[in-house]
T-cell receptor, first 113, second 114 residues
Framework: AQSVTQPDIHITVSEGASLELRCNYSYGATPYLFWYVQSPGQGLQLLLKYFSGDTLVQGIKGFEAEFKRSQSSFNLRKPSVHWSDAAEYFCAVGASNDYKLSFGAGTTVTVRA | ETGVTQTPRHLVMGMTNKKSLKCEQHLGHNAMYWYKQSAKKPLELMFVYNFKEQTENNSVPSRFSPECPNSSHLFLHLHTLQPEDSALYLC?????????????FGPGTRLTVT
């Protein structure tokens, strides 16, 4: 079975600074990888996904993520954060022949002025 | 209304009460999901429906009873809950029950069991 680890529970970043959120997964075959964002009082919104091909994936809101098979990682990055990026971020993994997603516990991002 | 809506947004219930959570999707999707989100824990998939048929029951206690009368509506009936059932319950839908299709989430129902 697949699993996801998000090592950072909480990250504080200054507005305009860069952001990197870590995600490590455990899965035997090629995973399907996702990043979701949850703003306060909202449901989860898909930021980006990786199925195959180019290992650097671009998403919405200026986010990108890089799949590194050798490190079993799929880290999320943004070059310059905005106050509106304050939210909880979830990494998820799934299998190509399935429909279930396994989520990490999430990383809370606080943006300071 | 657009997207996925959930009502009520907040619910406080005693352990002996019976209540229902409602989810409605306006996206024309065929698959619907119930998730439980507890603080600082991964989302837990509870139930999955595909074309109104239940295809997943992830070892959920019988005090949670889902119902899917049509592809647009999903209910979660609650009875004799425990305090540890307090959580955010999220509904999601997707065009098809396949991982390649994005799941669209509602805002959730914050449930508190007293």
């Amino acid at each position: 079975a697949q699993s996801v680890t998000q090592p950072d529970i909480h990250i504080t970043v200054s507005e305009g600074a860069s952001l990197e959120l870590r995600c490590n997964y455990s899965y035997g075959a090629t995973p399907y990888l996702f990043w979701y964002v949850q703003s306060p009082g909202q449901g989860l919104q898909l930021l980006l996904k990786y199925f195959s091909g180019d290992t650097l994936v671009q998403g919405i809101k200026g986010f990108e993520a890089e799949f590194k098979r050798s490190q079993s990682s799929f880290n999320l990055r943004k070059p310059s954060v905005h106050w509106s990026d304050a939210a909880e971020y979830f990494c998820a993994v799934g299998a190509s022949n399935d429909y279930k997603l396994s989520f990490g516990a999430g990383t809370t991002v606080t943006v300071r002025a | 209304e657009t997207g996925v809506t959930q009502t009520p947004r907040h619910l406080v219930m005693g352990m002996t009460n019976k209540k229902s959570l409602k989810c409605e999707q306006h996206l024309g999707h065929n698959a619907m999901y119930w998730y439980k989100q507890s603080a600082k824990k991964p989302l837990e998939l509870m139930f999955v429906y595909n074309f109104k048929e239940q295809t997943e029951n992830n070892s959920v206690p019988s005090r949670f009873s889902p119902e899917c009368p049509n592809s647009s509506h999903l209910f979660l009936h609650l009875h004799t809950l425990q305090p540890e059932d307090s959580a955010l319950y999220l509904c999601a839908s997707s065009p098809h029950r396949d991982i390649s299709y994005e799941q669209y989430f509602g805002p959730g129902t914050r449930l508190t069991v007293t």
